[in-house]
């Protein structure tokens, strides 16, 4: 099912582009000189994720 759901994996330029497609990168906040991250940004394609996490 991934498989489907992806595609052409050679698409991608890089690994983080993959998972930011997947919508497990993670969801980044800045404000001045912090950087904290706040889980994941679930951008991407609900169906991916939901393979990831079963």
Do not use: H, T, W
């Amino acid at each position: 099912m991934l498989y489907i759901e992806i595609g052409d994996i050679d698409r991608f330029d890089s690994i983080e582009k993959l998972v930011a497609c997947a919508g497990s990168d993670p969801q980044v906040e800045q404000s001045g000189d912090q950087v904290s991250e706040k889980g994941i940004s679930k951008r991407g394609n609900r169906y991916i994720r939901s393979y990831m996490d079963a």
